[in-house]
């Protein structure tokens, strides 16, 4: 964990506003293919590191469109979407597949000192995500093994790291997209929220991505 928040701050010291490129030629319009599967870690763990797939391979295939509503927020190379998702999860016979909505905000930072040679970004979303089954996983975890309360609807976070594919291959028509990976992850915050029932804990993925901005 201390290694990534170091990497994050020597990021952001070296870079001033003025010198980082502007991305507003990439359009508004943001298309994303994901897929992943679960791990069976904290966020905080698998933030250091630490973290392996679980062996019953339970995962995740989905679509995401997002608009640009704002652009280089404060000055900083920064920019700030809405976005909705259509999330598949597949069971692996533990139970019938089910579908997850996603809805959020998530900004996108790119103020990285090679920017010039390779566009690359860091994003994070925070918003709800609901299910129309409890995920197997969560159900093992907070009802079977721990006795807790489960919800459909849960908060959700989606943090990538992501590359532009036409800057990595030298190909002009891939400009317009990027290729990485990212951990998307639902939980309940701690139990604090009637909201989200209570529920104290959730399920991450670890995904891999295209997306394409027009």
């Known amino acids: 964990m201390r290694v990534f928040y170091l990497l ?27 897929g992943g599967y679960f791990v069976d870690m904290k966020l905080s763990e698998i933030l250091a590191g630490d973290f392996e797939i679980d062996d019953r391979h339970t995962g995740i295939i989905g679509v995401e469109y997002g608009r640009r509503i704002g652009r280089r927020l404060f000055g900083w190379p920064l920019d700030l979407t809405a976005k909705v998702g259509l999330i598949r ?7 019938d597949d089910f579908n997850q909505y996603t ?11 090679w920017q010039h040679i390779v566009r690359t970004r860091i994003g994070l979303a925070e918003g709800l995500s609901y299910v129309d089954k409890i995920p197997y996983i969560e ?9 807790l309360n ?14 532009n594919a036409g800057d990595v291959l030298n190909v002009k028509s ?34 891999l991505h295209v997306e394409c901005v027009h």
Not at 89 to 95: A, C, K, M, P, S
Not at 197 to 206: E, I
């Open 8 to 34: 994050l701050l020597l990021c952001w010291s070296s870079f001033t506003p003025a010198l980082a490129q502007d991305l507003s030629d990439e359009g508004d319009n943001y298309y994303r293919l994901l």
């Open 89 to 95: 999860h597949f069971e692996r016979d533990l139970q």
């Open 103 to 113: 809805l959020g905000l998530k900004a996108y930072f790119y103020g990285f000192p």
């Open 139 to 147: 159900y093992e975890s907070l009802v079977r093994d721990r006795q």
């Open 150 to 163: 489960t919800s459909h609807l849960l908060n959700h976070l989606d943090l990538t790291i992501d590359v």
């Open 174 to 207: 891939l400009k317009p997209c990027y290729v990485g990976g990212g951990i998307y992850h639902r939980s309940g915050i701690f139990g604090e929220f009637e909201l989200f029932n209570k529920v104290d804990g959730g399920s991450n993925y670890l995904t």
